[in-house]
């Protein structure tokens, strides 16, 4: 089941809808879901690498663009939607601590989450709560989101053929190292906010 959902993915790779999702699924990320585009990303690079700066232009707006709708519900809708996806996360607590520290070094905590896979909602809906300054937000989501994903591109770009070749053969094991990624970074993410 697994290499055909492999299978599927970088066969879609082609597909003219293939970028359309690949964005919707960032975008989405950015603000409500908890799946990462990273399980899209790879196959569609792999597939096509030179089309892996496209493809990370697309996460990178998508990024972007989603982490304004994820501003919007910490600053807008945090009482009720907010907070539902902040209580999934187990941040409850934090929230209120974070209000009166993070001005001074919120810049950084969103460019430093933004730049691993750890969940970005989380920050962009926090960012919004905390009514952290507009134009700050948007440098440092640009930075980071778009810095993540050029470099999973340039590594997928010039060691593709490594990569899938890796991938392939250790299919269950890429499998299981993504989900404990993903998984994990709503662990980890109390330890470190």
Do not use: N
Request: aromatic share 16%; glycine share 8%.
């Amino acid at each position: 089941m697994l290499k055909r959902a492999y299978d599927w993915c970088v066969s879609y790779a082609s597909h003219p809808a293939a970028p359309w999702l690949l964005f919707a699924l960032t975008f989405v990320e950015s603000s409500v879901s908890p799946l990462p585009p990273i399980p899209l990303l790879l196959p569609m690079c792999i597939a096509r690498p030179d089309r892996a700066w496209f493809y990370a232009g697309v996460c990178s707006l998508g990024a972007v663009l989603g982490g304004y709708l994820g501003y919007a519900i910490g600053a807008l809708l945090y009482d009720s939607v907010g907070s539902w996806l902040i209580g999934i996360y187990g941040l409850q607590d934090k929230a209120a601590q974070l209000i009166s520290t993070s001005q001074d070094y919120w810049f950084w905590v969103l460019v430093t989450k933004g730049l691993t896979p750890i969940p970005f909602k989380i920050v962009t809906i926090m960012s919004g709560f905390l009514h952290f300054d507009i134009w700050k937000f948007t440098v440092g989501m640009v930075v980071s989101r778009v810095t993540f994903f050029m470099m999973i591109a340039l590594a997928l770009r010039f060691y593709g053929d490594d990569i899938r070749i890796f991938i392939e053969k250790h299919l269950p094991l890429v499998a299981l190292a993504l989900l404990v990624v993903v998984v994990g970074g709503f662990f980890v993410l109390p330890l470190v906010l």
